[in-house]
T-cell receptor, first 113, second 115 residues
Framework: DAKTTQPPSMDCAEGRAANLPCNHSTISGNEYVYWYRQIHSQGPQYIIHGLKNNETNEMASLIITEDRKSSTLILPHATLRDTAVYYCIVRVAGWGSQGNLIFGKGTKLSVKP | NAGVTQTPKFQVLKTGQSMTLQCAQDMNHNSMYWYRQDPGMGLRLIYYSASEGTTDKGEVPNGYNVSRLNKREFSLRLESAAPSQTSVYFC??????????????FGQGTRLTVV
């Protein structure tokens, strides 16, 4: 069963910020939020992850609500090359099948000129 | 650095044939994974290897076997291919299996068609 809920698709204008939401209302205290993306026909690519605090790296920012039931991935200046399917994944940091990266259907982001 | 290399990139099999998908990583990662992706679907975990010498079933293991040959290589075998196994197969590796930092690196995929 999916632990996350994401909109199936979103559009974004080139150069604008892309805000991708993810609901994970049943997240446990020891579960992290990971984001990956998959550009057409390629293998998935790691973007960012977090536990409680907001995180930023060279690719994106991750905003996690205080109750941790939802999060938003922000691509600050989307380009056409950011067109991809974005996956939000919740997982524990530990051994066993629950620690695997279980991918749902993700959000297809289309960046338009 | 090559990262994660999968061979072959494309393959067509007849029902009942067998084949092995090869995967090798050069990042000295402990953990490796095999996923399949069907059209319009997310990825589903077939098998994983938390460390050299161990393998475990994932979400959809039926019809597959795996071998962790050494730290670098993790192969996926289809003993008797079925049309339902037509899919894109991705191999991945990560530095650790436990702990927070399990950023996974993926190969480019093997596109398998079973006719």
């Amino acid at each position: 069963d999916a632990k996350t809920t994401q909109p199936p698709s979103m559009d974004c204008a080139e150069g604008r910020a892309a805000n991708l939401p993810c609901n994970h209302s049943t997240i446990s205290g020891n579960e992290y939020v990971y984001w990956y993306r998959q550009i057409h026909s390629q293998g998935p690519q790691y973007i960012i992850h977090g536990l409680k605090n907001n995180e930023t790296n060279e690719m994106a920012s991750l905003i996690i609500t205080e109750d941790r039931k939802s999060s938003t991935l922000i691509l600050p200046h989307a380009t056409l090359r950011d067109t991809a399917v974005y996956y939000c994944i919740v997982r524990v940091a530990g051994w066993g099948s629950q620690g695997n990266l279980i991918f749902g259907k993700g959000t297809k982001l289309s960046v338009k000129p | 650095n090559a990262g994660v290399t999968q061979t072959p990139k494309f393959q067509v099999l007849k029902t009942g044939q067998s084949m092995t998908l090869q995967c090798a990583q050069d990042m000295n990662h402990n953990s490796m994974y095999w996923y399949r992706q069907d059209p319009g679907m997310g990825l589903r975990l077939i098998y994983y290897s938390a460390s050299e010498g161990t393998t475990d079933k994932g979400e959809v293991p039926n019809g597959y076997n795996v071998s962790r040959l050494n730290k670098r290589e993790f192969s996926l075998r289809l003993e008797s291919a079925a049309p339902s196994q037509t899919s894109v197969y991705f191999c991945a590796s990560s530095p650790t299996y436990s702990g927070e930092y399990t950023e996974a690196f993926f190969g480019q995929g093997t596109r398998l068609t079973v006719v």
